[in-house]
């Protein structure tokens, strides 16, 4: 986790709290060390952005960090539908691989 770079996305935010992209950096650098605030960041983007397509690759791993098994069913089959309706085969082919893996282990 990079405190510097934390402060300047949380600045970023400030000035603008529909920032796509800041948000969804700030989810990934609390991903590893703080993964509620994570999933807060990455719900936020999905609320502000639901389209933003690679926020549930991510939310969803987040949440098998935290065994909340549950909630990263949602998020991979939420993924799946948006993704199927866009033009992003690559990160479309990447969710369904990690959605099979996960009802492989999980289910």
């Given at each position: 986790m990079?405190?510097?770079r934390i402060g300047q996305l949380k600045?970023?935010?400030e000035e603008d709290p529909q920032d796509h992209f800041s948000r969804y950096a700030l989810a990934l650098e609390y991903?590893?060390?703080?993964?509620?605030?994570?999933i807060r960041?990455?719900?936020?983007?999905?609320e502000i952005n639901p389209n933003y397509t690679a926020l549930y690759y991510h939310?969803?791993?987040?949440?098998?960090?935290?065994?909340?098994?549950e909630q990263a069913k949602v998020i991979y089959e939420a993924g799946?539908?948006?993704l199927e309706?866009?033009?992003?085969?690559?990160?479309?082919?990447?969710?369904r691989n990690a959605y099979q893996n996960?009802?492989?282990?999980?289910e």
């Open positions: 990079n405190e510097g600045q970023f935010l991903k590893e060390s703080i993964p509620e605030e994570a960041h990455f719900e936020k983007l999905r939310l969803a791993e987040t949440y098998l960090e935290i065994d909340a098994l799946l539908q948006i309706r866009s033009t992003d085969a690559h990160a479309l082919k990447e969710l996960f009802m492989f282990d999980y």
